[in-house]
């Protein structure tokens, strides 16, 4: 069986080129509508991510890992959508260590992702 | 043939996208304004509603299949779409699991699609279903959101109530609903007590579920009290049939 790349590569915590390859566009004011719309929908719900600590409410964290999955792979936060996506699958799987463990490096990568998108949007409107 | 031009006219294809994502569907509906395609975004299927009632009138529709836990499911849209506006529908899903997309194309989506998609498969697949779907137009004497069944009977998209002749009327359950849009699709050949099940419930039938079988039951007798013309036809082996 051929071996994936993700388990020995490690994954872009932003990636900058895929959004402009995604929408054949480089004009930064466009660009950065696109990354502000992501961060004022993906920062709130990861906050309420965040919040949803106890196994009780792992169900509703999957429901908020689901809504920001893909826009996190679209915007080019590859760190965070995968960790998103396997997030979803650890509470579907009812495994709620691998959820407990996930949810604890959440905090970080978000706050290291929007970071990271921040700075870009700031150097693109200085171009 | 460029894909967004539909065979009805030399007018760009109208293409609605219907995902609670509202990051995913900007960059959708930029990528396929890129190629000529005119875009309309809805988030909620309430807002789906409000605009197909104020005449919105896509060429296909292009659905998210999980539209958040307050929503309708991407499923039973794609059910309804298709039996009250018969537009082609393309199921976008991060699920890949084998059930949920036979779910959808027995629902009656033309094309399924796994997230994230490349935009040139999206394109092409965009392409096939204008290519095989005719040109429709709606009687302009009722709203999309009113399923004529004859010229006497009708089913509310909201409300589910079925109305006859004479004023009368009949509340049908959201499950009988469904299960008389599925077999309004079905109207030129037999659904499947399978297929049936799936288009409603979103996965496999055990043998043993008799689940259809009571709520064929239960739907004949509400349309018969409200249309004695209209009824459904038991096929042995085969499945139902809706005869109008």
Known sequence: ?127 | MNPAQHQSGPAAAHVLILDDDPVYTRILAHQLKQHGFECTICHKDKELLVRLKKGLNPDVFILDYHLGAKEASGLDLCRKLRAYVNKPVIMLSANDSLETKVSCLNAGADQYIVKPCNIAELLARIGVVLRNSPARVHPSDRPPTTLQLDDELTLEWETGKMSGPTGAHMQLTDKEAALLEVLVQHRQSPVSRYEAFQSIYGFDMSPDNRSIDILVSRLRKKIESVNRSIHIKTLRGQGYRLCL
């Open chain 1, 1 to 127: 069986m051929p071996v994936t790349p993700r388990l020995f590569t490690p994954l872009t915590v932003f990636d900058h080129e895929l959004l402009p390859n995604l929408l054949n566009c480089r004009e930064p004011g466009e660009l950065i509508t696109f990354y502000n719309v992501f961060l004022q929908h993906a920062e709130p719900i990861s906050k309420k991510m965040q919040q949803n600590t106890s196994p009780d409410e792992y169900v509703v964290l999957a429901e908020h890992a689901h809504a920001i999955k893909s826009s996190s792979y679209s915007i080019g936060a590859i760190r965070l959508a995968v960790l998103l996506t396997e997030l979803e699958e650890a509470v579907h799987a009812g495994n709620r260590d691998a959820t407990a463990t996930l949810l604890r490096k959440l905090g970080p990568l978000c706050e290291l992702t929007f970071d990271a998108i921040r700075q870009h949007v700031n150097e693109l409107s200085i171009r």
